[in-house]
């Protein structure tokens, strides 16, 4: 029987952990992309508004800068509110 390469198990699993926090922030930055993009006609069209919009945003970016777990940012933006959450579930793809 072979024997177990601990030390190849831990590195294999942190770079499985280093590609899921890259694939993370990239998400993040897209999704930041996006929400920057929107007019204010499509934010009202959403039923929001740009104060909700605005701390949508900030939580993103926090997210991103902190490397916050996409489960932490959405607990994050429904301690914003219902508002905001309803808002965010329309415009975030990840919601």
Excluded: C, W
Excluded at 60 to 84: D, F, H, P, R, Y
């Amino acid at each position: 029987m072979p024997d177990y390469d601990i030390e190849a198990a831990k590195r294999r699993q942190r770079e499985r952990n280093q590609q899921a926090h890259e694939m993370t922030v990239e998400q993040l930055s897209v999704e930041l992309d996006k929400l920057q993009g929107l007019s204010q006609a499509q934010i009202t069209e959403y039923a929001g508004n740009t104060e909700d919009m605005s701390d949508i945003i900030a939580e993103v970016q926090k997210a991103t800068q902190n490397n916050l777990s996409q489960a932490q940012l959405i607990g994050n933006i429904k301690s914003l509110g219902a508002s905001a959450t309803n808002l965010a579930k329309k415009v975030l793809s990840f919601m």
